[in-house]
T-cell receptor, first 112, second 113 residues
Framework: SQQGEEDPQALSIQEGENATMNCSYK?????LQWYRQNSGRGLVHLIL?????REKHSGRLRVTLDTSKKSSSLLITASRAADTASYFC????????????FGTGTRLTVIP | DGGITQSPKYLFRKEGQNVTLSCEQN?????MYWYRQDPGQGLRLIYY???????QKGDIAEGYSVSREKKESFPLTVTSAQKNPTAFYLC????????????FGDGTRLSIL
C-alpha cells in the first residue's frame, strides 16, 4: 500500500506550544499534501509540497519533506485552541489521475 | 460562493435498501472522488471520475455504484450488497492535472437502522 502513516496518533499540548506531526510513506511521490479535519467535518487543504522541494511555509505552518527517508513533518507554531483537529498527510500515486492516498491521521488537542 | 455540497448530512438505511448520497460542485472541477472514513481511520477511496461519463473503481468499490452524467454531480449509491455501510462518506473534487489540492464537502454520515 502507498498509504502514509502519521506519528504520533494523538498529541496533546498547551496553547502557545509548538506541535510537530510526522508522516512516512512507502513509494516515490510527485507531491505530498497536508489536510486538517475538524470533528464531523470535511477535510481542508493546508499545504502542498512537491518532491523537489525540501521546506515550505504558510503562516504558522512549516512543512518539510525528505524524499530520501520518505518522510515529511508538519510543524504548527504558537498553537491555539482552534488548532484542535485531526491532521492527515496524503501522497499522490503517479497514475496521472491525481489520486491521493491518505494516512490515518494525528489527533491534535490544544489545551487552553 | 464556490464549493462542494453533500446531502443529506445524516442518512439511515434499512436492511436490503439502496441509498444514494448526493455530491454537487460548482468549482468547474474535472475530477471528483468518493471516500469512506471509519472512526479513527484515514480515508479510503471508493470511486473516482476524471471526466463526465467515465469513472473508475477505487480500493473499496464493492457494494457501491456511481454515475457521472454531469460535470457538477457525482452521486454515490450504497447498495444492499454493502454489508457494513455505517461510516462517514466524503466527496471531493479537483482539477484534472497533478499537483492540485482536493476540495472536500462536509460529509454524509450513514447509519443502519
Amino acid at each position: 500500500s502507498q498509504q502514509g502513516e502519521e506519528d504520533p496518533q494523538a498529541l496533546s499540548i498547551q496553547e502557545g506550544e509548538n506541535a510537530t506531526m510526522n508522516c512516512s510513506y512507502k513509494t516515490s511521490i510527485n507531491n505530498l499534501q497536508w489536510y486538517r479535519q475538524n470533528s464531523g467535518r470535511g477535510l481542508v487543504h493546508l499545504i502542498l509540497i512537491r518532491s523537489n522541494e525540501r521546506e515550505k511555509h504558510s503562516g504558522r505552518l512549516r512543512v518539510t519533506l525528505d524524499t530520501s527517508k520518505k518522510s515529511s513533518s508538519l510543524l504548527i507554531t504558537a498553537s491555539r485552541a482552534a488548532d484542535t483537529a485531526s491532521y492527515f498527510c496524503a501522497t499522490d500515486a503517479w497514475t496521472g489521475a491525481n489520486n491521493l492516498f491518505f494516512g490515518t491521521g494525528t489527533r491534535l488537542t490544544v489545551i487552553p | 460562493d464556490g464549493g462542494i455540497t453533500q446531502s443529506p448530512k445524516y442518512l439511515f438505511r434499512k436492511e436490503g435498501q439502496n441509498v444514494t448520497l448526493s455530491c454537487e460542485q460548482n468549482l468547474n472541477h474535472d475530477a471528483m472522488y468518493w471516500y469512506r472514513q471509519d472512526p479513527g481511520q484515514g480515508l479510503r477511496l471508493i470511486y473516482y471520475s476524471q471526466i463526465v461519463n467515465d469513472f473508475q473503481k477505487g480500493d473499496i468499490a464493492e457494494g457501491y455504484s456511481v454515475s457521472r452524467e454531469k460535470k457538477e454531480s457525482f452521486p454515490l449509491t450504497v447498495t444492499s450488497a454493502q454489508k457494513n455501510p455505517t461510516a462517514f462518506y466524503l466527496c471531493a473534487s479537483t482539477w484534472g492535472h497533478s499537483n492540485q489540492p482536493q476540495h472536500f464537502g462536509d460529509g454524509t454520515r450513514l447509519s443502519i437502522l
